[in-house]
């Protein structure tokens, strides 16, 4: 009797548990009903009662780009013409400007003109925040809508009006449109001080390749300096590959989703690893995405030294979900952690030592010499006049690999890197 008391009771709390989760699976469906409900009669109202006569298919678009655009600045809505100029940008060869283009504080800002392109020629900077295309305002513009504008026949013009930073009023930069072809690394030496410079415009496939490539061209070096400024990203595994280089072991990056099977991990392998050769990254505002991953797990490591400016903040992942033939929908469905566990998104890496661009300042006045000394030095100098010309000629072809004192000190930022190369060197002896 006792034992059918102890059955009868746990029989009625299996009912009132199973009760209690069938009305809470009928309350959140009654809510998704509503929510449904609310939103086909807000459907009707504005094709029946707004001013243009619209047909429901635009209104439905209308809402999903709404819905989007709202999630945050990298999802959105690819309708027919925009989902084919995303194949054509990923799959063929089209005319642009040479520009990665992001939303900060809902206005249209270029992350960084990619090296060597029109845009870069034309002198567009990082930071600046595009008003309008041509006579086309850009407020309330969706990244995929200017993307479309700016891409067009190669030898075709546009114009650019931008508003920068310490500028009285916005600029109007004209720019021909040309077939984007970026060399994403190349390599120099600064001679006197034996340190290598690896440039890094984006991160491409041919990232991991070339930089092997230089790192085995020059040996026996003092160090390297890495420079990530203004490079808008790209390719996650080479983002890796390059990190995996000079750290041994541990967490590179790691990617974390609204589900387990969103989330991944990267870790560093030791082979091949160069380890024992300081190292120094250069960012600054430019610098995106996969940029950011590298130096900021380069720091989480303490494998280099950061100098420059705060980074980009773009840390989010994007894939490309197919609604039909014609139609895909952009949606972020996960943000990339660094070793440390923090996050990249919206906030960026902070560089160790904080460098602004410019001239490495230097005494005005250099040409002190006595007044016994004066005329033989001018005799000298007269007859290294008519050479002169010759050997600056012949040099500039000798040294396209090479970075010159006098370039050195046009940055600050690279000098503040060769400096603390030497710092370094000094300490690992």
């Known amino acids: 009797m006792k034992h059918l008391k102890f059955v009868t009771i746990g029989f009625a709390s299996t009912m009132i548990g199973a009760s209690l989760m069938l009305s809470t699976t009928l309350l959140a469906s009654e809510t998704r009903l509503q929510s449904y409900d609310k939103f086909q009669k807000i459907v009707d109202a504005v094709e029946k009662n707004y001013v243009d006569d619209l047909e429901l298919k635009e209104i439905i678009d209308k809402s999903i780009e709404g819905l989007l655009e709202n999630l945050d600045a990298h999802s959105s809505y690819l309708d027919e013409k925009h989902f084919k100029e995303m194949k054509i940008q990923t799959d063929g060869e089209f005319g642009g400007l040479g520009i990665t283009i992001g939303m900060r504080n809902g206005a249209l800002t270029i992350i960084a003109p990619m090296e060597g392109t029109p845009a870069d020629k034309a002198g567009v900077k990082s930071g600046d925040i595009i008003l309008k295309i041509n006579k086309q305002s850009t407020l309330n513009m969706t990244i995929d809508e200017a993307v479309g504008l700016m891409r067009g026949k190669p030898k075709t013009s546009l114009t650019l009006t931008i508003v920068r930073e310490g500028e009285n009023k916005p600029l109007e930069i004209p720019i021909t449109r040309d077939i984007i072809k970026v060399d994403s690394v190349y390599s120099k030496i600064i001679k006197k001080d034996n340190i290598l410079f690896l440039r890094v415009t984006n991160f491409d496939k041919n990232v991991e390749r070339k930089t092997k490539e ?168 007269l007859a290294k006049v008519d050479t002169n010309v010759k050997k600056d000629k012949s040099k500039e072809k000798q040294d396209e690999e090479v970075i010159t004192q006098e370039q050195l000190f046009e940055d600050l930022q690279l000098k503040s890197a060769v400096d603390i190369i030497k710092v370094l060197g000094i300490k690992q002896k």
Do not use: C, W
């Open 214 to 381: 230089a790192l085995s061209k020059y040996r026996d070096i003092k160090g390297i300096i890495l420079d990530l400024r203004n490079n808008p990203g790209g390719l996650l595994n080479q983002a890796v590959a390059l990190t995996d280089l000079f750290v041994e072991d541990g967490i590179i990056v790691s990617q974390k989703g609204r589900y387990k099977e969103q989330d991944s991990e990267y870790r560093a392998t030791k082979v091949g690893t160069i380890s024992d050769i300081p190292l120094v990254v250069l960012v600054n505002g430019g610098s995106a995405s996969a940029s950011e991953i590298v130096s900021g797990a380069l720091q989480d490591h303490k494998r280099a030294v950061i100098i420059g400016e705060k980074t980009f903040g773009k840390g989010s992942v994007q894939v490309i979900l197919p609604v039909d033939e014609k139609e895909a929908l952009r949606l972020t469905i996960a943000r990339y952690y660094l070793p440390s566990g923090r996050t990249i998104q919206a906030v960026g890496v902070t560089p160790d030592i904080t460098v602004y661009p410019g001239k490495v300042p230097q005494q005005e006045n250099e040409f002190m010499i006595k007044e016994n000394e004066l005329k033989k030095h001018l005799e000298s100098e």
